[in-house]
């Protein structure tokens, strides 16, 4: 048995490459050659080691594409040699959700990266069923990007769009983003994305949003293209205490929320404007497999590409969570085979750095 280069978690505050085995893999498993995998808002905590259920040692990273190099027992389609994505979750099977068809809100919802290794490695071993192939034209580091845009899918799929003309989405991270170019995508006739910082808002109008300044300005431009009514709908995609505010004032009466980002702690929501504008609101925790087949089918048609604004090695992953951390980077992607990661994949992919922070997620 060989061994290959991870990213690992080995206590509070200490995320470093460290050389591991190589995974073995046994009847419906595969091995698969990552070529990126990102920093998620969940690994901070995963870092800081208070996420409630990730044990140092383990590799980080649910964010992958990768290539297929050993497939055991049934291949569900695949071949070696495919590019493929990981639909991350591990579910019960047995709760009422995974009974009813929600499994992405399983009782004991695990995932790789949090509660089984993952792919944050030179390889990673993961169920064949679980993985997605992708298109022969799509970059690694798009491929990567599958699992947030299917958050992103999710959450937009949550309700009907049908009639609805001003959607805001509070929050300019990757996941805010995201969200903004999927609703954008269905047809919604305004989509507002707003944030506190001008480097976030700069990246949405290169992405071919329509950025608004937190707070006034964006109450503004709302009741400006409302009729002084409110939005239709505001994705909540921020995860701070004061978006959980501001969506209740933004949302007009049966307006909807859909909150997709995911609180460190309970926040204060005015449940009298929920009460008095009857205001619907829903929750989106992550994906459902379908969600990943849109994102596929999306991706291409999206100018993804501006949304990563960082790639760097594995060898340098702690210098790269460093640089995550400082909130100055949008989506950074470790590329574990190239040593020189930046100079390749700003040739391959035109990106470069764009200095904008990342939406924070707990799963």
Known sequence: MGTMLAARYLGPNRIEPEEVELPEITDGWSLVEIEACGFCGSDINIVAGTHPRAKAPLTIGHELSGNIVKIAGDAHGLAIGDSVTCFPLITCGVCYACTHGNSQVCRQLKLYGFDAEGGMAQFVKLPTGSLLKLPKEMGAGIGALMEPLAVAVHGVN??????????????AGPIGLLTALVAQSRGIPHVLISDVQASRL??????????????????DRVMELSNNNGADIVYECAGHPSTAKEMTVLARSRGIIINLSVFKKPAEVDLQQINFKEIEMFGSRCYERKDFETAIELAMKMPLEKIISDRMPLEEVSDAFKLFLTGEACKVLIVPHIKDARKHDANKNGASKNGHAAVERVQ
């Open 202 to 219: 700069e990246l949405a109008r290169e992405l071919g949003l329509t950025p608004v300044a937190a707070g006034q300005a964006l109450r």
């Open 158 to 171: 949550r309700v009907p769009l049908e009639g609805l003309e001003v959607a805001v989405v509070l929050g």
